[in-house]
Structures are given as structure tokens and as C-alpha cells.
């Protein structure tokens, strides 16, 4: 992070996205609290794993920045009724919600993400990998222009300089935001693009 110039970074937990959200997500509050000026975490919500109880845990800690969905590695609809103790959350807070989105997913397409924002407009949705693919680029686009919540993020493998130009272009550098995916993608590469 210091070589790259990255002075703070928003980081979960891996188990807390594969496993156990309750433990993961203590792993990273402790990890926050012995770093807090370098990290800042995302409070994963599983929503087979007692979404409100996490959210009524960790939702005002201050070690906790926003909340992550992975509906593909859960297996569950973006648009499901399990999440909606996030929704609720985040309207009621203005706390924003990083969402994997996958062009194409069963679980977390963009047209998923058009339904979510339609329903709650003053929800901000970081549109994570912004569609992860160059029909998915088109598709975030798409759904930024039409829903002035959702924000799109450009960590991923498939994404280049010219693809988050375009991105900038189309719904203005105050709604695309940097990304990573470290550590499965090298800061520099995300920088670089």
C-alpha cells in the first residue's frame, strides 16, 4: 500500500464471505481496531446467516464502513427478501452497500441491481466489478444513468484504462471509484488501468 500510494484501504474478510460471517466479521473489526488509520472494514452479510443479528451487532460500529454482498459465492438473489434488513439498513443510515455484480449471474446481473435501486433510491450500491465484463461495462452504465444511487466500482481482471474512461465518460468520475481486489490483483495492476 505505501509503495502504490494507498493510504487507506476499505478491506472484509474472506471467511466472513465463504464461511461464517459472524466470525469472519469479528476478524476484521479486530483488524480495524489495530490499524483503523490504515483500514476501514466492510461488514459482510450473509443471507443465510442471520443477516439482522450482524447488522444489529456491527451496523454502528465505527470500524465498519459499508456492507458487502457476494450473491454469487451465497447463492442467493441480489433481489431476494433475505437482504432486506440491508436495504433497510442502508436507507435508514445512508450507510452504502458493495454488491459483487457479474454480467450474466443467476444471482447478482445488473438488471438485478437496476430492480434493487428502482426499490430503494436513496440507497448508494457500489456496483462491485462493474459488471466484470465488457457486456457487463455496458449494462453498469446502463443502470448508473438510470439510477442516480448506484456508483460503479472497478476492481476485476477483465476491466482496462479505456473501459473506466469510458465508465467516467459516461456517468461522470464522482460516481466510479477505485477498486483493487487485493490481494487476488496487485494494487499497481487496478492503479495502472
Known amino acids: 500500500m505505501d509503495r502504490c500510494g494507498v493510504s487507506h484501504a476499505v478491506i472484509s474478510s474472506h471467511l466472513a ?3 461464517d460471517a459472524a466470525e469472519g466479521n469479528a ?3 479486530e483488524i480495524v481496531a489495530q490499524a483503523a488509520d490504515r483500514f476501514t472494514g466492510y461488514l459482510t452479510v450473509n443471507p ?3 443477516p439482522a443479528g450482524e447488522l ?3 451496523g454502528r460500529d465505527t470500524r465498519f464502513g459499508g456492507i458487502k454482498l457476494h450473491p454469487d459465492l451465497h447463492d442467493y438473489p441480489l433481489t431476494g427478501r433475505r437482504y432486506a434488513p440491508v436495504w ?3 436507507q435508514r443510515t445512508g450507510c452504502p452497500v458493495l454488491t459483487h455484480t457479474y454480467d450474466g449471474s443467476p444471482y447478482n446481473d445488473l438488471p438485478m441491481v437496476d430492480e434493487v435501486a428502482a426499490r430503494h433510491p436513496g440507497v448508494v450500491i457500489l456496483a462491485g466489478h462493474a459488471g466484470a465484463t465488457p457486456l457487463g ?3 453498469a452504465i446502463e443502470v448508473a444513468q438510470r439510477r442516480p444511487g448506484v ?3 472497478v476492481c476485476g481482471s477483465f476491466n482496462t484504462g ?3 474512461a469510458t465508465m467516467v465518460r459516461e456517468v461522470g468520475a464522482d460516481r466510479v471509484v477505485y477498486g483493487s481486489d487485493f490481494p487476488f490483483i496487485d494494487l499497481r495492476m487496478s492503479l495502472g488501468r
Do not use: G, M, S
Open 88 to 90: 433497510e439498513f442502508a
Open 151 to 153: 456508483v460503479l466500482e
Open 17 to 19: 464471505i465463504q464461511l
Open 56 to 58: 444489529d451487532k456491527w
Open 27 to 29: 476478524q476484521t473489526a
Open 162 to 164: 479505456a473501459d473506466i
Open 48 to 50: 443465510w446467516q442471520d
Open 137 to 139: 461495462f455496458d449494462a
